[in-house]
Every structure is written in structure tokens, then in C-alpha cells.
């Protein structure tokens, strides 16, 4: 499954030929632009089947007893999801939403439209990757070919200058071994998308309320509308224009800074977590919207006290803590999996 068995993201395992029908699961990456995912199936396939599952064990209580997703978190998920689904239609496909575990949702649905492949883009903790192996392991049964993208990061999981288990553990260690690396050019969102196949006469299904996810509807009064966040691509994508166009927030260490204000931050770390907005998207739109933004190194970039570079510093951090989480996700899995054998030796 690309890099754990040693192929590269991005390479089919059967390359020659059309699929006739092709799944692409959506999870944390809740958008039509920058969807490598997406664009690879609506190119490599006669149909596309966009789905999303609702795993109910991410509803439950954890061991501590608390919610695992709370409600706000939850309603924000629900608009990125309806967004979603509206993004997808106006370009002539439409998101299939089940309530389920995942390795029988896709394996049911994967049987009653006949596909013979699945895209999506890989996550990085042990419970994501382990309920990729699941997924995959049923749907080979199936004869369905699996293939995973990355695209959660400003960096291509590729271009990095080191295995992702020799990953440096401080940040400094990895802004030194990237400052050479190119940001990849974000992918253009598909025009016009293949519609569902006929066969199987797969329903849409509708999008669960709170009260369905097993949570308690979200108070009107627990939210000032002013700090109001609705979730989805759209608004994403506005946000980002909006905070590009107006000035940077001062220096950090500027006497002026402060916690209030619109602009304070650019407040945009919801939409990216959803995946409602890539980083190489972020990254290309501050470049293109400001004068002050001259990108020679993007590590140098960073190195000034302006608005702009400030983000992108913030980017760098976030790459840092997941490939941080891809390398330690992948050891604990593999930990894990050696376990039943070291036994029974």
C-alpha cells in the first residue's frame, strides 16, 4: 500500500486501462481543489463513487469518559460534509454519506456498483492507519485495487530530504533538512466530474443530524455570531481571500499584539484540519495576493517579523508535528501488529 510496501503515492497497482467504477473516500480532506484523490479517479475511471462515512465509535466516549467528537466540533463536520456534497453536484456528481464502519460501508458499496478501485489520501496516527488496512484488506478480497495520495501537507511526503522514520524529533532539526525542498504546485479542482454508475442504484443518502451522531443539538446561545465558524470549502476559500487581502497581524513581539480582534490570526486551522482547505493552496494564494510575500527560500521566508511569513512559519509547524505523528503512528502500528508474532515465538 504505496510506501509501506514499497511503492510510491500516486502509483496505481494495475496501470494499464479505464476502471470501470472507482470509489473515492473522503476523510479529512473535505474539498474539490488541491484532491489528488479526486482528480486521479474522475481521470482514471468511468464512474466515481464520492463517499463519506460517519464512524459511530468516533461519536462515543473515550477512556477517560469524555466525547470523543463534541457537538460543536461535530456541527462543524456536518456543514464541511454538506458542503461538500454540494461542491461535488455543481460539478455533475453527488456524496454518498452512510452512518457505519467504514470496511463495510465501502466493501457493501463497492459490491453493488461493481468497482474495481478506491482512492484516497493517507492519514498519519495508528487508528487511521490501522482502519486503512482493513479497508484495504476487504476490498482486495473484492478484487478492488486500493490507492492511497498524500496531501495533508505544505511538503509532499516524497520530496522530503530523509525517510520518514529517520524524521528529526525537534523543529529546528526539521526546518534545517526542508529549507531546500519546493512546495509542489496545488492541483486545480476537477471542472466537470463522472457521475455515479448505474449499476447497483446506490442512494445518496442523507447527512445524519447531531441528534443521529448521538450528541446534543448545539445551542444557538453557546456561539457569538461574530466568531461564528461554518464549516466547509467554500467558506474556506473566502476566509482565505478575505485574511490575504487585509493587512498582516502585527510582529509577535510587537507592542500591538493582542489576542482580540478579526485579525488578530488568520483563524483558519478548523478548515485545514477537515481538510477543507490544502496547505499548498494556503500557501500559493498568500504568495499571489501580497507584494510583501517574496519567496526566495521558503524557510528564509520565515526568518521576518510581517504577517505573511508568520503563516507560513505556522505551516511549517504544522508539517512538523505530522510527520512527527505519520513516524511514530507507523512505528506503534507495526509495534502492534509484531505483537501475536514475538508470542508465538
Not at 464502519?101 to 493517507?122: C, F, R, W
Not at 454508475?197 to 447527512?207: E, F, M, T
Not at 443539538?217 to 478575505?242: C, D, F, T, W, Y
Amino acid at each position: 500500500m504505496l510506501p509501506r510496501s514499497g511503492r510510491r503515492y500516486g502509483n496505481p497497482a494495475a496501470g494499464a486501462g479505464m476502471r470501470r467504477a472507482s470509489i473515492v473516500w473522503f476523510r479529512n480532506d473535505l474539498r474539490v481543489h488541491d484532491n489528488e484523490a479526486l482528480a486521479a479517479a474522475n481521470k482514471e475511471s468511468l464512474s466515481v463513487i464520492p463517499v463519506y462515512c460517519f464512524d459511530p465509535k468516533d461519536y462515543g466516549k473515550s477512556a477517560s469518559g469524555f466525547d470523543k467528537t463534541g457537538p460543536y466540533r461535530a456541527k462543524f463536520l456536518v456543514e464541511c460534509v454538506a458542503n461538500l456534497r454540494d461542491n461535488l453536484r455543481e460539478r455533475g456528481s453527488e456524496l454518498v454519506v452512510r452512518i457505519g464502519n467504514p470496511v463495510e460501508v465501502l466493501s457493501t458499496i463497492a459490491k453493488a456498483v461493481g468497482a474495481d478501485g478506491l482512492y484516497a489520501h493517507q492519514e498519519v496516527s495508528s487508528e487511521e492507519l490501522g482502519m486503512e488496512d482493513k479497508v484495504t484488506s476487504a476490498l482486495k478480497d473484492q478484487n478492488v485495487d486500493v490507492k492511497f495520495f498524500w496531501g495533508s501537507t505544505l511538503f509532499h511526503v516524497d520530496d522530503l530530504p530523509f525517510k520518514v522514520e529517520d524524521m528529526p524529533s525537534n523543529y529546528g532539526g526539521f526546518r534545517d533538512k526542508v529549507k531546500d525542498v519546493q512546495v509542489r504546485a496545488a492541483t486545480e479542482a476537477p471542472k466537470q466530474l463522472k457521475g455515479l454508475p448505474s449499476q447497483g442504484d446506490v442512494k445518496a443518502g442523507d447527512i445524519p443530524s447531531l441528534q443521529e451522531l448521538g450528541l446534543s443539538p448545539v445551542s444557538a446561545a453557546g456561539q457569538h455570531k461574530r466568531n461564528r465558524m461554518i464549516g466547509g470549502e467554500v467558506e474556506a476559500l473566502k476566509r482565505l481571500k478575505s485574511f490575504s487581502l487585509v493587512s498582516p497581524p502585527p510582529s509577535k513581539g510587537g507592542k500591538e499584539n493582542s489576542i482580540y480582534g478579526a485579525n488578530f490570526s488568520s483563524k483558519i486551522s478548523p478548515w485545514l484540519a477537515m481538510g477543507c482547505l490544502s496547505p499548498r493552496k494556503m500557501f500559493e494564494d498568500l504568495k499571489k495576493t501580497t507584494s510583501r510575500f517574496v519567496l526566495d527560500s521558503l524557510v528564509a521566508s520565515t526568518s521576518g517579523d510581517s504577517g505573511m511569513q508568520w503563516l507560513v512559519f505556522e505551516l511549517l509547524w504544522r508539517d512538523f508535528f505530522r510527520f512527527v505523528t505519520k513516524k511514530h503512528g507507523a512505528a506503534k502500528k507495526t509495534q502492534t501488529e509484531a505483537v501475536p508474532a514475538m508470542a508465538c515465538a
